[in-house]
């Protein structure tokens, strides 16, 4: 049961497809339903981000299994300008475009692992994961 | 020579259309035109190879075709059902053509390639350009509908005024929220308004941020904002993205808003019969 899925993102509707499909996966392997909302915002946060910096990238999500535990695994990757300073925008409050800034630090703490990947001029790679309790 | 081949074409129309409809018929198998019933699509088939014979037969697009196209968009045969049946009448027609003549060149051969690409692509073209008008046009309108239902403002009683959000909030929609939550409470004289979110599926930052600056901007007018209908799972989420909703109250659901709302300006819910008269309880509840 490892197999990959994913949506592409171009459009600001395809956020709502991206939710939607991972909201579903995670109904799928028995997350209650406080983390399929946690799950569904992160997977908004992680898309708008897409839509808003990068134009396009795709949303991909995976089923991982650990010893004793399994997890949803998000990918959310562009090959956008990339981030200048990860840990600025891991701040709170930090924004370029005039929202909250909570989007990434959010992200972070919705999931359970957290891990962001940025090359100015390549693109941008965070994985999360959210582990079944 | 097209001249030529149209004579050929037509004078054997019927031989081909009986290739054409034993070709048709054989591959009906592969799915979407399983749930047609025999004689429907019989009948159909027929009438669709008459409409190409005319249409070849008076170069280009006609009447019948554009009535047929709109009656099978209307019955909603799948846009594959046609694309298909033109490849196989071109083929059948070709594969005709060419049994008919004894020796065929290559360039020959090419002639009659193209005089046939040429009376079935227009046809094509038509169909798809009719097919993908009338989804365009569904999309348009499907467009105008999600618009009128995105943002509508309830005026309950003198004061108060209820905005219930269902679904997805995108930029184009928080637009709209904002605008009509501000004609609205200068419109009906609002002293507070009530923003219900139980039916907007996800909280994230940019769907807080558009109802933080729409309460700003009504508060800015002189009006109080409360945010109701926070599920606890939303309100989990809330707290873990870390935003600040404290500029405003916020309640759980549109009953204890209400509520608040009444005592905001100064009215309560009385009874007024202490067993009898249970009516307005009623009217609370069937808000709620």
Known sequence: MNFQSGVHIKKEWDIVGARQLGRNRAKELGFGTVDQARIATAISELARNIYLYAGTGRVSFEIVEDINKKGLKIVAADEGPGILDISQVMEDGFSTSGGLGAGLPGVKRLMDDFDIDSVQGEGTVITTIKWVR | ?288
């Open chain 2, 1 to 288: 020579m097209p001249e030529a081949l149209l004579k050929i074409v037509i004078e054997n129309s019927d031989e081909i259309s009986r290739n054409w409809l034993d070709q048709v018929s054989e591959r009906r198998g592969n799915g979407y035109t399983a749930n047609i019933s025999e004689e429907l699509f019989q009948s159909t088939n027929r009438e669709f190879v008459n409409v190409i014979f005319s249409s070849i037969n008076r170069h280009g697009s006609t009447e019948e075709l554009e009535t047929f196209s709109e009656r099978l968009i209307n019955l909603g045969w799948p846009l594959s059902y046609l694309t298909d049946g033109l490849q196989t009448f071109r083929r059948v027609t070709i594969d005709f053509i060419l049994n008919q003549s004894d020796q065929v060149d290559t360039e020959q051969f090419s002639k009659i390639l193209t005089v046939v690409d040429n009376w079935v692509e227009p046809i094509i073209k038509e169909l798809v350009n009719e097919y993908s008008g009338s989804w365009e046009h569904i999309v348009s309108l499907q467009r105008v509908a999600l618009q009128e239902l995105s943002a509508p403002l309830i005026p309950v009683m003198d004061n108060i005024t209820i905005m219930p959000l269902i679904g997805t909030i995108d930029t184009e929609r928080a637009k709209l929220i904002m605008e009509n939550l501000l004609d609205g409470v200068i419109k009906h004289n609002a002293e507070v308004v009530l923003i219900d979110i139980t039916g907007v599926p996800v909280v994230d930052t940019m769907v807080a941020h558009h109802i933080i600056q729409a309460a700003e901007a009504v508060r800015l007018i002189g009006s109080t904002c409360i945010l109701v209908g926070i599920r606890p799972e939303i309100a989990q989420t809330i707290v873990n993205l870390g935003i600040d909703l404290s500029k405003f109250p916020t309640k759980s659901s549109l009953r204890k808003g209400f509520n608040k709302a009444l005592a905001l300006t100064n009215r309560d819910v009385v009874n007024l019969n202490q067993d009898a008269n249970p009516d307005l309880e009623k009217l609370l509840d069937s808000l709620k």
